[in-house]
T-cell receptor, first 114, second 114 residues
Framework: AQSVTQLGSHVSVSEGALVLLRCNYSSSVPPYLFWYVQYPNQGLQLLLKYTTGATLVKGINGFEAEFKKSETSFHLTKPSAHMSDAAEYFCAVSPRGNAGKSTFGDGTTLTVKP | NAGVTQTPKFRVLKTGQSMTLLCAQDMNHEYMYWYRQDPGMGLRLIHYSVGEGTTAKGEVPDGYNVSRLKKQNFLLGLESAAPSQTSVYFC?????????????FGPGTRLTVL
């Protein structure tokens, strides 16, 4: 069984400040890890993913995440928040080779204050 | 490419009515998924398909049926709608290659059951 925990359902930062969205997972086998972003009234879009190789993964819009196996974490960061980053962010885990049946976290809503 | 499209975008049903949600993808993806999204609960997998003519149950399949008669289409049916099925429904598709494992989402269908 696999599960995902996103710490903090709401995160608020000032424009230009560091963004840190936390994600911890549990999985019986090494998983694939994903961050998706959802803008209002839209579907989810992939921000970045970890499959193999380098544990620091860079995604779109200046976001990056680091896979830390020892901590079972995959936290999402961005050095400087922009107003357009306001959205809901979902962490997801998918066991390798399991028809891509991802398990999603409950989501974190990011608010960016001017 | 249109990607993943969903029909309709909005629908209001009365309890006991039936309806079918249509998902279409033009990326020749093997895998397709139906999720529901409820506030504070992330995305939960209803049913999925690993290829034309195949379907399987996800996490919350009760009250729903699906069909995948054509590779590009995945239909979600509600035979007798209940207020508990008020939700936003998302369809997603994915290549069969485990090296990518990225799901592409449609824009969603917002369903209200009165």
């Amino acid at each position: 069984a696999q599960s995902v925990t996103q710490l903090g359902s709401h995160v608020s930062v000032s424009e230009g400040a560091l963004v840190l969205l936390r994600c911890n997972y549990s999985s019986s086998v090494p998983p694939y890890l994903f961050w998706y972003v959802q803008y209002p009234n839209q579907g989810l879009q992939l921000l970045l993913k970890y499959t193999t190789g380098a544990t620091l993964v860079k995604g779109i819009n200046g976001f990056e995440a680091e896979f830390k196996k020892s901590e079972t974490s995959f936290h999402l960061t961005k050095p400087s928040a922009h107003m357009s980053d306001a959205a809901e962010y979902f962490c997801a885990v998918s066991p390798r080779g399991n028809a891509g049946k991802s398990t999603f976290g409950d989501g974190t809503t990011l608010t960016v204050k001017p | 490419n249109a990607g993943v499209t969903q029909t309709p975008k909005f629908r209001v049903l009365k309890t006991g009515q039936s309806m079918t949600l249509l998902c279409a993808q033009d990326m020749n993806h093997e895998y397709m998924y139906w999720y529901r999204q409820d506030p504070g609960m992330g995305l939960r997998l209803i049913h999925y398909s690993v290829g034309e003519g195949t379907t399987a149950k996800g996490e919350v399949p009760d009250g729903y049926n699906v069909s995948r008669l054509k590779k590009q289409n995945f239909l979600l049916g509600l035979e007798s709608a209940a207020p508990s099925q008020t939700s936003v429904y998302f369809c997603a598709s994915k290549e069969s290659s485990i090296s990518t494992d990225t799901q592409y989402f449609g824009p969603g269908t917002r369903l209200t059951v009165l």
